[in-house]
């Protein structure tokens, strides 16, 4: 049996250590859904995921121990796509299928650390996307799912290099980005509250309940308006409503103070801009 050919790309990067190292005890990988108004055959899905794993390095990736560096990225040779799998559910039932990924982790082992399936009937797709935290965050799904759209639609993609660590591109960026921002002037004050000892759940692999909720253009316009004037992000809004409303219908967290720690990408609005729109090539995993 040959040996797949295995280089490391780079040491992990801070985030990316914790999240592989709290991941060992609780998987936090996630799932994003896609839902097209026609059918896609699944061969052109499975050239289209190939396409995209060979643009970001990230996608062809396993974790390995290093005595030195800690946890490395090394690219595994062998990888030529995502996995894909074609179920057989009504793509209107993708929420249950959905909690099925979550309910199965990663082994952070084997590349790649990201899969696909594929549900569908006459004129409806949906497919689910679904990454471990320690190869991509919410706004480098969107790029993948980005680019999935385009090699569905034909265009090439190009293949970028491996990205550095999240530290090394705001040391490189947040100085021209944040030129004259005052952290000290404009935060809040910290909420002691903020500072106590927290409990997580174990994982144990039960099957999560997944819901889903559609805002009105009217209402999602509103929601960013909101989000922008309060220097949050959408995610982070969404995220604290869902933690409120828990908390006013749960009697065991009713009288307890619910904290979101959300470690969304660490970027200022400019530099987003950028990333996705002006220099999207340098983006991705």
Known sequence: MTLPEQRVIRPLGALERLFYRYSEAHPVHFTLAAEFAFEIPAEQLRHALAKV??????????????SQDGPIFLHDSQVV???LSVSDADPREWPFVAAEELAAPFDRQTAPLAR???LRRRRHSVVLLTLDHTVADGISAA????DLILALNGIGLNT????PSQESMLARHCAAVDSGYDDAAESPAQDARMNRVSSVRPFDGVTPHVATASLTENATAQLVSRARAQRSTVHSALVSATARVRRQISRRLHTCSVADQLPVLDRRARELRRLLHVDADRGGC
């Open 143 to 146: 790029l993948v799912l980005r």
């Open 81 to 83: 796509g995502l996995p």
């Open 116 to 118: 696909a399936i594929l």
């Open 160 to 163: 970028l290099p491996p990205p």
């Open 53 to 66: 794993a060979q643009r970001h390095a990230l996608l062809q990736v396993r974790v390995g121990e290093a």
